[in-house]
Every structure is written in C-alpha cells, then in structure tokens.
C-alpha cells in the first residue's frame, strides 16, 4: 500500500510564497509520475505540476514562472514551491504518484491565499 503524506500549507497573504512537501511510502523512482494537483470549492481536480521520472516536468499554464515542482530520492519527498501566490490559487493541494494504472493520493493540504 502506497502512502502519501502533504504538509506545508497555510494562510498566506497575496504575493507570499509557501512551500508544500509530499512524502512517499515507496521509492520515488518506481513511479512514471509524481505530482500535484489542486481543487478549488465548487470546481474540479486540477494538474498545477508533475514530474515524469526520469524525463520532464510539466507546469500548468496558471502557474508556470511561479511555482517549481522537485524531488529528493534520497528521502522519498516531492516539493511544490510556490511564489508570487494570488487569492485563484486558493484549493486544496493533493499530492499524486502514479504508476500504470495505479493512481495514489494524499490527504491533501489547504492553501488559503488571503489578505
């Protein structure tokens, strides 16, 4: 059984920045893909970054030049850092591994941008 766990979120003013975590029960590196994604009230689960292992990583259009997705193998953790953050990216972020068909989630973390 796969485990995710998030950390990280918070309320953060316009224009903050706030860094999420993602720990991994497993190797990272038996993934094809780790990522994030979010979901804001009323509106359907969204990709915001991912990292296809070993090949490229994606960014949506709404957060590319402000927030960076990375890994670290060596403790099984995925980064989301996010900059420059703006009230539209308030969601709950949910962490992602997929392998095949295999598709594991966290719990998610609540990020509020807000003055």
């Known amino acids: 059984q796969v485990q995710l766990v998030e950390s990280g979120g918070g309320l953060v003013q316009p224009g903050g920045s706030l860094r999420l975590s993602c720990v991994v029960s497993r190797s990272i590196g038996i993934f094809d893909t780790v990522g994030w994604y979010r979901q804001a009230p009323g509106k359907q689960r969204e990709s915001v970054a991912y990292?296809?292992?070993?090949?490229?990583?994606n960014y949506a259009d709404s957060v590319q030049g402000r927030f960076t997705t990375s890994k670290d193998n060596a403790k099984n953790t995925v980064y989301l850092q996010m900059n420059s953050l703006k009230p539209e990216d308030t969601a709950v972020y949910y962490c992602?591994?997929?392998?095949?068909?295999?598709?594991?989630w966290g719990q998610g973390t609540q990020v509020t941008v807000s003055s």
């Open positions: 990292i296809r292992i070993g090949r490229s990583i």
């Open positions: 992602n591994a997929r392998q095949g068909t295999s598709n594991h």
